[in-house]
């Protein structure tokens, strides 16, 4: 044999071996960018990662035109241990391949809900106990349990006739509402990954990818678009009741009632994966706070010490506001605590408040419902319990209450 012969047999070896081992890095790198995996939520890899998602087709399809045509002489030889070594390795790239696209994949994991039954209190199912999302607009409310909403990640719905996107993420727990209107036009997204532990949305229309916490598109075409929020309000399902009795009440999808058992213990933080499970130190990653953002100005408060208080008031940003949580531990409101000229300070009763200046009575939905000022109402303020990492991820310059 040759020299040009033997170095030509050796260059083919040398492009199957790297073929392959591109191939499954590639296979394997596509999923590993933008699941929550060891080490890979915690590096700025996103623009690679949306690259790879949107270029990984014609990378296979090279990369196993190579593989072809470089494994063809080891099928024609008449070595055996090579023609193994090679189909055993086309074999595992299979089931990679399978487990990468089937079983790994967002949106083969999550699943939206085959049905959106909302119901009114009267068939309602849901214990009165469970934490919910809840929306408003005008005379109708419906509330979205937590752990419904949790699983599937995001559930289409429409409140008073207009098309509303209620999203949750477990591993930040981050509850937001969201128009899915993009440019003045209805639009569908699907689960397709995380970044930085928060779930991310791929739109149908131009593949942009977006955030859960915030509904920024961060890459793609639409990059630098914001979904438009709509207010809502975290607290359990009997003090929502409580505001709005008429409201209608997301139900079990019987479809997937064994997955959401598994998270009957996440509203509480007792769920048993690290990802999702509750610190109950203060300032740790997994810790709860509340966050509160009012334009650039951004401050998160430790859970734990609302609940030793359980009313912290503050001021700042030109603002002056009181977090308030009920006796239930779970219900948490904030209020603007400012009324025309006056600041009012607070104290709790019972299961109300009071203000020092005219002792009048407030409930829960900011309502004075007894004394001088009833009738009137404080003005919610946008506030959100989750994570500390998530909230000190996506609010960097935020402050810590005291």
């Not at 209620?166 to 981050?174: A, E, G, S």
């Not at 131009?206 to 975290?234: D, F, H, Y």
């Not at 829960?364 to 109402?377: E, F, I, Q, T, Y």
Request: positive net charge; glycine residues 6%.
């Amino acid at each position: 044999m040759t020299k040009i012969s033997l170095n030509q047999i050796t260059m083919k070896r040398f492009l199957l071996v790297f073929s392959l081992i591109l191939l499954f890095v590639s296979e394997l790198a596509s999923v590993y960018f933008i699941m929550p995996l060891p080490g890979s939520q915690k590096q700025n890899t996103l623009p690679f990662a949306y690259w790879l998602h949107n270029n990984l087709a014609w990378i296979r399809t090279l990369l196993l035109v190579v593989i072809f045509f470089t494994a063809l002489p080891v099928f024609r030889s008449s070595r055996r241990w090579p023609k193994i070594a090679v189909s055993v390795t086309l074999l595992l790239y299979g089931a990679i391949y399978y487990m990468v696209h089937f079983q790994m994949s967002a949106d083969r994991m999550f699943y939206q809900p085959n049905q959106v039954d909302m119901v009114p209190v009267s068939g309602n199912k849901i214990p009165a106990g469970k934490l919910i999302i809840g929306i408003i607009d005008g005379n109708e409310a419906k509330a979205y349990p937590i752990q419904l909403i949790g699983y599937h990640h995001q559930v289409r719905d429409s409140i008073n006739g207009k098309p509303v996107m209620v999203t949750y993420c477990t591993v930040c727990r981050t509850g937001r509402v969201y128009s899915p209107e993009v440019n003045g036009k209805p639009e569908n997204f699907r689960l397709v990954g995380m970044d930085h532990f928060n779930a991310m949305f791929e739109d149908e229309t131009t593949r942009s990818w977006w955030q859960q916490v915030n509904g920024n598109a961060v890459v793609g075409p639409l990059k630098g678009k914001q979904l438009t929020e709509i207010p809502s309000r975290q607290m359990s399902l009997e003090k929502w009741l409580q505001l709005y009795p008429q409201s209608l009440i997301l139900q079990q999808d019987s479809t997937f009632r064994e997955i959401y058992e598994k998270m009957d213990k996440y509203d509480k933080g007792s769920g048993n994966s690290d990802l999702t499970r509750r610190d109950s130190l203060s300032w740790k990653d997994k810790s709860w706070v509340i966050g509160i953002q009012d334009g650039t100005y951004a401050k998160a408060y430790d859970w734990n010490q609302l609940l030793s208080k359980q009313l912290i008031e503050d001021s700042a940003s030109g603002k002056s506001w009181l977090l308030w949580v009920e006796k239930d531990s779970s219900s948490f409101h904030v209020f603007n605590r400012k009324l025309d000229t006056l600041t009012l300070a607070f104290r709790v009763q019972n299961d109300s408040l009071r203000d020092v200046q005219t002792s009048s009575t407030w409930n829960s939905g900011g309502w004075a419902v007894d004394g001088p000022l009833k009738g009137r109402h404080l003005e919610n303020i946008p506030a959100y319990q989750e994570f500390w990492h998530s909230w000190r991820q996506f609010h960097p310059g935020t402050l810590k209450g005291d």
